[in-house]
């Protein structure tokens, strides 16, 4: 089955920094990719997804690419604020069932 | 917005019960997860179903079963609970289309 690694686990930037959080996936037929962002205690939510057919997509100060060659995808965060501080979860999906990464605890400091 | 709804947001139950979690989604989605969550291990994948009465283990199925009678609605069934099931537990829903939207999440403590 599919396998997903996320890195880096944390990740503590300044304020109005940027941050990089980076996932490779297994199974080159995997086709969709969401990032979900997970607020303590919270239900993980979806920011963004691109599908395999897209390299870019880019949503304010929140963009995905994806190089399918490589089979790695990365989410870009730009101008971070305090309340982007949370858990943030890639996921690899063929058709019906997706496979996550372990998580980057994002610390956004004032 | 979709709803998906989990009956239990907490429980304590002890070794060797069965346990039942349910969930429960309201916009007629074909497929339904379970998924366990763990500190550095993120979500685990345990059963989905991708329609009525069908289900598929995922990567973590024992100790676990799971039923789908209708199409809004999919259990996880401990059969006989261990501390080792003590964990976050996640259900969620999706069309084949597109992403996935969770529940609040049943924290189980096995005791």
């Known amino acids: 089955g599919e396998n997903v690694e996320q890195h880096p686990s944390t990740l503590s930037v300044q304020e109005g920094d940027s941050a990089v959080i980076k996932c490779t996936y297994s199974?080159?037929?995997?086709?969709?990719f969401p990032w979900y962002k997970q607020e303590l205690g919270k239900r993980p939510q979806l920011i963004i997804d691109?599908?395999?057919?897209?390299g870019e997509k880019k949503d304010q100060r929140i963009a995905v690419t994806l190089n399918k060659t490589a089979k790695h995808f990365s989410l870009h965060i730009t101008e971070t604020q305090p309340e982007d501080s949370a858990v943030y979860f890639c996921?690899?999906?063929?058709?019906?069932?997706?496979?996550f990464g372990a998580g980057t605890r994002l610390t956004v400091k004032p | 917005d979709v709803k998906v709804t989990q009956s239990s947001r907490y429980l304590v139950k002890r070794t060797g019960e069965k346990v039942f979690l349910e969930c429960v989604q309201d916009?007629?989605?074909?497929?339904m997860f379970w998924y366990r969550q763990d500190p550095g291990l993120g979500l685990r994948l345990i059963y989905f179903?991708?329609?009525?009465?069908?289900?598929e283990k995922g990567d973590i199925p024992e100790g676990y079963s799971v039923s789908r009678e209708k199409k809004e609605r999919f259990s996880l069934i401990l059969e006989s609970a261990s501390t080792n099931q003590t964990s976050m537990y996640l259900c969620?829903?999706?069309?084949?289309?597109?992403?996935?939207?969770f529940g609040s999440g049943t924290r189980l403590t096995v005791v």
């Open positions: 996921a690899a999906s063929i058709k019906h069932d997706m496979r």
């Open positions: 179903s991708y329609d009525v009465k069908m289900k």
């Open positions: 199974d080159s037929a995997s086709n969709y």
């Open positions: 969620a829903s999706s069309t084949d289309s597109g992403g996935y939207t």
């Open positions: 691109i599908r395999s057919n897209v």
């Open positions: 916009m007629d989605h074909e497929n």
